[in-house]
């Protein structure tokens, strides 16, 4: 069983920069799809930023790309997301989730992945 762990949520004026980190535990197969999701309170949820293991391909949702970097360690097990230029629209519950055994595509960000942490809330100010 994978687990998930998040942090580097915080709070911090528009424009600002955090960076979230996911420790994952567990079974992985070499070859994973990771990444980034979020939920607003009262809006749907929606995928970052995607990675497979070993940086092999990574995706952005296009209201990140630019401003997101998502990467990763292996030595680590550990995922990040750097934020920068940071809105007040990106306030949000991040979620880090994977799926085992296979590359990441585009549809993934849409219908999300097999494991979930529990989340770190960011919020933006203005």
């Known amino acids: 069983q994978v687990q998930l762990v998040e942090s580097g949520g915080g709070s911090v004026q528009a424009g600002g920069s955090l960076r979230l980190a996911c420790v994952a535990s567990?079974?992985?197969?070499?070859?994973?799809?990771m990444g980034w999701f979020r939920q607003a309170p009262g809006k749907e949820r929606e995928g970052v930023a995607l990675?497979?293991?070993?940086?092999?391909?990574?995706l952005y949702a296009d209201s990140v790309r630019g401003r997101f970097t998502i990467s990763q360690d292996n030595a680590k097990n550990t995922m990040y997301l750097q934020m920068n230029s940071l809105k007040p629209e990106d306030t949000a519950m991040y979620y880090c989730?994977?799926?085992?055994?296979?590359?990441?595509?585009?549809?993934?960000?849409?219908?999300?992945?097999?494991?979930w942490g529990k989340g770190t809330l960011v919020s933006i100010s203005s």
């Open positions: 989730a994977a799926t085992r055994g296979r590359f990441c595509s585009r549809p993934d960000l849409q219908r999300g992945l097999d494991y």
């Open positions: 567990g079974y992985t197969s070499g070859r994973d799809c």
């Open positions: 990675i497979t293991t070993g940086t092999i391909g990574i």
